[in-house]
């Protein structure tokens, strides 16, 4: 596997790629953006991002949507894979934020995941993204980015790869890795058809230059 400051290098060596690395998804209160990654699961952000805006219009605050009956806001986010559920995660997750928060969005991952529809992956996002807590995210980019580049275990699962980054990389930029790992997997690292020819870190990627050698 990757040494600490062989990872660290290979984050940096992303940063230069994708210096202003961000979540795109679009949303104004801290509130509204835990509703957007709440329902960007199995889901693209852009897909959620068209449909926010109306969604967001509607329920303003979590008082509103507390009090919104499922059907209405199904048919608000319909476009988007699991919405039945995701409309009734998001119809609780609010109605718990009023009555166990005084309608704020709480800032510790224990507090978030105890809300509807909240794991690990979604407390560790608003974390980071809201609050500027540091934390690392997991999906399936950084994921497939950290076991090709052996940064983690092969059989590592969500939470040892969690583990893994945050004991091999500074804590002061946890967040800043998580979304260039994100980046990295959407347009240089993709699942079908890695970019390995042309990757500034095929030197250090053993799965890279086997793609190379075979292609």
């Not at 949303?27 to 449909?51: C, E, G, P, R, Y």
């Not at 040892?160 to 930029?173: F, Q, V």
Request: aromatic letters at 6%; charged letters at 25%.
């Amino acid at each position: 596997m990757l040494s600490d400051e062989e990872c660290l290098k290979a984050i940096e060596i992303m940063g230069e790629s994708f210096p202003n690395a961000h979540s795109s998804l679009v949303a104004d209160t801290d509130f509204h953006f835990l509703l957007a990654v709440i329902m960007s699961a199995q889901t693209t952000d852009k897909a959620v991002n068209i449909l926010s805006p109306k969604l967001f219009e509607t329920y303003r605050t979590p008082y509103d949507l507390a009090e919104a009956n499922v059907a209405d806001v199904m048919t608000l986010i319909k476009t988007i894979g699991l919405y039945r559920n995701k409309a009734k995660y998001l119809v609780a997750c609010a109605q718990k934020i009023v009555s166990d928060f005084n309608g704020i969005v709480p800032q510790s991952r224990k507090e978030l995941m105890s809300l509807p529809g909240v794991g690990r992956k979604t407390a560790d996002v608003v974390m980071a993204e809201c609050f500027g807590i540091p934390a690392i995210a997991v999906d399936t980019h950084v994921t497939r980015v950290s076991k090709r580049l052996r940064m983690v275990a092969q059989d590592a699962d969500v939470l040892k790869i969690e583990r893994t980054l945050m004991k091999k990389l500074p804590e002061s930029i946890w967040i800043a890795a998580h979304f260039r790992m994100i980046y990295w997997g959407r347009y240089q690292c993709m699942a079908r058809s890695p970019k390995c020819e042309s990757c500034p870190l095929l030197k250090m990627c053993a799965e890279g230059k086997r793609r190379v050698r075979e292609s």
